[in-house]
């Protein structure tokens, strides 16, 4: 091996860069790369809240749908609030029916959260400060590690103190205040202990949640219309699983009323969870029955298997990041997205792609006059697309085309900065070679001063950005704060090294 190329494939710089070459096209290999709805299409869902609002709650919603929605900010999602009722949510790779209507769900059921204890309301969802990741067993037992307030935590161990197995419920939404009018089998049930989590001391679900919630329960008797608004007294009707004629009925009375249809082939309890916003009951633990409050616990169970437990800890961890909200919003329309550009536009993107890098070896050789230039040039710009793309597979992350400018943006910044290098490393005079070790070395550093002030300039624009707006501009920030980071660090010190070694010691 020539020993020039030797020196140059030993340098450690040289070799982080290898490294995260290899690392970056294993990750493409393995995982492959996700595209943004621009590129692969997806759900578009128009949601409306269920009054009129002003611009201060309208932004708490899109903040918190955004937030919840996508967390890390590294899925394309788009949130956006329109006029004083719309909200518009755009979700990429999203394809099937089902994935559509558990969004769909996701969104509907951002009301208000409620934890109740033996028919007392002990936290909301403004009470849960912190929700962790939850954790599968090799058993298919999960738990879901969340935190909340010093008040809370007080007036649950109050509560709980010396009743360990009793039932924990969980509320997102439910129908406060309002008369339940429900069949037969579905009184019984709220009525017995199919609730109470094995505690049979402890009340049934349906005393709890007149309680708690001011919500009566009724069985259907074949009341009449106008019976039922006499019981209710002014609160507002909800009929589950009963005629629907009473609905027609009650509304031409300008009664309050809402309807809750009983799907086919769904058992009672799942039904009763269905009316209430219930999840749960859970069992309260040994550890939290002593009186002492703690404001860290968890939620726990038990699957069939590892994907039903997956998905009971997900739900559960949904529910908990939920909070609450101001409002409630009603998907009326979902509608799906076709590919914009599609695989036309990817291929068209490779080809652009080789001929900018083409472009670029070219521009640079005509400049310099020199292949040792141009090819490490343009190979550094490669190795930094490569790198970028792997990061983005690594992560999961949907590359839409803001998210391609940004990248193009780093690339771009790459080639001038590399220029920069070897503009410095090619100023030194030729009858200074006896001391151009100590030359190039100085030049390389007056380069990357000029360079790391440049990354942080773009870094604090990007930084602007990513703190203050969502969707788009965030997925554009992203990536370019990525890009200079791995010029500054990885490829950027690679190729300042390889120069050296062919331009300035040669």
């Keep these: 091996m020539n020993r020039k190329l030797k020196r140059i494939l030993l340098n450690w710089k040289v070799l982080l860069l290898i490294l995260f070459l290899i690392g970056s096209i294993g990750s493409l290999y393995a995982r492959g790369l996700t ?3 621009d590129i692969s299409g997806g759900v578009a869902l128009i949601a409306q809240t269920e009054e009129p609002v002003d611009s201060k709650t309208m932004e708490l919603v899109v903040d918190s749908l955004q937030k919840r929605l996508n967390t890390f900010g590294l899925r394309d999602i788009s949130v956006e609030g329109q006029g004083n009722s719309i909200v518009v949510v755009k979700v990429a790779n999203v394809s099937s029916t089902e994935e559509a209507n558990q969004l769909k769900q996701v969104i509907e059921s951002q009301g208000v959260f409620f934890m109740e204890f033996n028919g007392v309301v002990f936290g909301t969802g403004k009470d849960i400060t912190y929700v962790g990741p939850y954790e599968i067993k090799p058993d298919n037992s999960w738990a879901v590690p969340f935190r909340i307030s010093k008040s809370a935590a007080e007036k649950f161990a109050e509560l709980a103190k010396g009743k360990a197995g009793w039932p924990v419920d969980m509320f997102l939404d439910p129908p406060v205040n309002s008369l339940l009018v ?3 089998d579905v009184f019984i049930t709220m009525n017995g202990t199919a609730f109470n989590a094995g505690a049979p001391d402890a009340p049934p679900l349906a005393l709890r949640i007149k309680k708690a919630l001011n919500i009566t329960t009724v069985m259907y008797t074949n009341q ?5 608004k006499e019981i209710a007294n002014g609160k507002t009707i909800v009929l589950a699983g009963v005629p629907r004629e009473l609905y027609d009925q009650l509304k031409a009375m300008n009664v309050s009323v809402k309807y809750i249809q009983s799907e086919a082939g769904t058992d009672t309890t799942t039904f009763v969870k269905e009316i209430l916003g219930l999840y749960g009951p859970y069992s309260l633990g040994e550890g939290l029955a002593n009186g002492v ?3 860290d616990v968890q939620i726990t169970g038990h699957a069939a298997n590892r994907v039903k437990a997956e998905r009971e800890a997900k739900t559960v961890y949904t529910v908990l990041k939920s909070g609450s909200l101001p409002v409630k919003l009603r998907v009326i329309s979902m509608e799906f997205i076709s590919p914009k550009l599609g695989q036309d536009f990817k291929n068209q993107a490779l080809y652009a792609g080789l001929a900018a890098l083409v472009a670029v070896l070219l521009i640079v050789y005509f400049h310099y006059r020199n292949w040792k230039i141009a090819i490490p040039v343009a190979s550094t710009s490669l190795f930094e697309v490569i790198i970028i793309l792997g990061i983005a597979a690594l992560i999961k992350w949907n590359l839409d085309l803001p998210s391609i ?22 100023g030194g005079e030729r009858s200074a070679r006896i001391t151009r070790r100590a030359g190039a070395l100085k030049r390389i550093g007056r380069a990357f001063f000029i360079i790391f002030a440049s990354a942080a300039t773009t870094i604090a ?31 950027r010190p690679a190729y300042a090294e390889v120069a050296r070694y062919l331009i300035g010691e040669e």
């Design 35 to 37: 595209f943004g709805i």
């Design 182 to 184: 429900v069949p037969q």
């Design 224 to 228: 009449s219309a106008r019976e039922l």
């Design 293 to 295: 409050p703690q404001t």
């Design 405 to 426: 400018a940004g990248i193009i943006a780093a690339i771009g910044t790459g080639v001038d900065q590399q220029v920069v290098i070897t503009d410095e490393l090619l």
């Design 461 to 491: 624009a990007m930084s602007f950005l990513l703190v203050y707006f969502v969707g788009t501009l965030k997925g554009f920030a992203v990536t370019t704060i990525i890009g200079v980071l791995i010029g500054i660090f990885v490829t």
